[in-house]
């Protein structure tokens, strides 16, 4: 069989690089995430008047999915980056317990879905601030029927609302932007995210 007919390898396996840059991202967000955590005692404080304020906050807790999804572009790194913070987070001792791997889940589910809207081919701010928003959704979602459903709905819309608006300014946005400084040092060289144009 000629060279010409050899199957390549498929552009949306995983590498080796990926799983290890996967892990190194999610280990990197899990400690986050547990750092968000210590600030939400401050928020629910600050938030104590209007509750639902705190969506706003949200949005910290979501930004493994995207940063993962952006940097990997392959089929499952949102889902898998999302889950794998939310066990680092749960290990370093989150006020939240085991809650949180649920949590990372559904997060995860809503990042990629937004990078599987594009087919996992574009990877702009604009995709990037979708996956942010649609995690927040689905945190949002989630949360009002764990945490607060003795709210009555206005509150619980409102938390959702804010909480998609957090995850695409916090989780989309910061982590467009945190990639673009990183293919400009040279650091995701290995991977597409480092040489396309679209960052």
Do not use: H
Not at 92 to 105: D, H, I, N, T, W
Not at 182 to 191: E, P, Q, R, V
């Amino acid at each position: 069989m000629s060279g010409t007919m050899r199957k390549a390898p498929g552009r949306k396996s995983w590498r080796v690089v990926d799983i290890v840059v996967a892990a190194v991202v999610s280990v990197a967000c899990g400690v986050i995430f547990w750092l968000w955590d210590q600030g939400y005692v401050g928020v629910q404080a600050a938030t104590a008047a209007f509750a639902p304020l705190g969506g706003l906050y949200a949005g910290g807790w979501v930004i493994a999915g995207v940063l993962g999804g952006l940097i990997i572009r392959k089929p499952g790194a949102a889902l898998f980056c999302e889950i794998l913070a939310a066990v680092v987070e749960a290990l370093l001792g989150s006020q939240f317990g085991l809650a949180v791997l649920l949590s990372g889940l559904v997060q995860g589910v809503g990042a990629e879905i937004g990078f599987a809207v594009f087919r996992y081919r574009r990877w702009n701010l604009g995709v990037a601030l979708l996956a942010g928003a649609l995690s927040g959704l689905a945190l949002g979602v989630s949360e009002v029927i764990i945490y607060f459903p003795e709210w009555e709905f206005g509150w619980q819309a409102v938390y959702v609302v804010l909480a998609v608006i957090s995850g695409a300014v916090i989780a989309g946005l910061l982590s467009w932007l945190a990639v673009r400084g990183l293919a400009k040092t040279g650091a995701l060289s290995a991977f597409a995210a480092g040489r396309a144009a679209d960052v």
